[in-house]
């Protein structure tokens, strides 16, 4: 299986991903009151909407071509916290609706590969269906325990604000400047790289286990 052929046939389930990811953010928002990604057409499956050139284009096509796997990210669905009744518990339930997206994504990749491997006969289309799930299933899984982590602007880090004490949140908020260097930081010094790999091994793990491929 050539390289172009690789990435052709992950961009579909990285693409996916990312743009899931942000929908249901910005549904998730619209749900708890607040119509801003509504209004600017954000709550679409229409990957244009969401693309970055870098994150959700540049960045994946690098990583496929040097580690033969898959990451990126979409423009942040935008979210005014002043429409919603809760703000502080609401952004929260907004923050997580991304990780849970990836999650529920990577169940959908797990039925994909889980298909192929006992219906579809060996050949070019069951390799294909194989190599497309399981980046699904991996790229969501990344996507998923990344932003988990509790560091703002990422989505464990709002998360934590919405679960903090009022006084302690306004003083986290603070730490987001500073935030994304910050895993630019982990993630040179192959530091990230040690926090996340066990987590993402573990329910690699357990998807696997669930679904009888482990």
Same mark, same amino acid.
């Given at each position: ?63 496929? @071509? ?8 979409? *423009? ?60 699904? @299933? ?35 908020? *603070? ?29 690699? *793990? ?9």
């Amino acid at each position: 299986m050539d390289l172009t052929y690789k990435i052709l046939l992950a961009l579909p389930a990285v693409i996916s991903a990312i743009t899931l990811h942000e929908v249901s953010h910005g549904w998730v928002a619209y749900k708890l009151g607040d119509s801003t990604a509504k209004d600017l057409g954000r709550i679409t499956v229409n990957p244009v909407k969401h693309m970055d050139l870098i994150g959700t284009v540049l960045m994946p096509l690098v990583m496929i @071509v040097f580690t033969g796997m898959a990451f990126g990210y979409a *423009k942040p669905v935008p979210v005014d916290v002043r429409n919603f009744e809760h703000p502080q518990k609401d952004m929260a339930l907004v923050a997580l609706a991304g990780p849970i997206s990836n999650l529920i994504m990577a169940i959908f990749w797990m039925l994909v590969l889980v298909i192929s491997l006992k219906l579809v006969p060996n050949g070019m289309l069951g390799d294909a269906l194989q190599y497309m799930a399981g980046v699904g @299933v991996i790229i969501n899984i990344v996507l998923m325990v990344v932003n988990f982590l509790p560091i703002l602007p990422l989505d464990g880090g709002r998360v934590l604000m919405g679960v903090l004490p009022f006084k302690w949140a306004v003083m986290f908020t *603070k730490t987001e400047r500073f935030g994304f260097l910050f895993v630019i930081l982990l993630l040179f010094t192959g530091i990230l790289d040690k926090i996340l790999m066990p987590m993402v091994q573990m329910v690699q *793990k357990n998807l696997f286990s669930l679904f009888g491929l482990g």
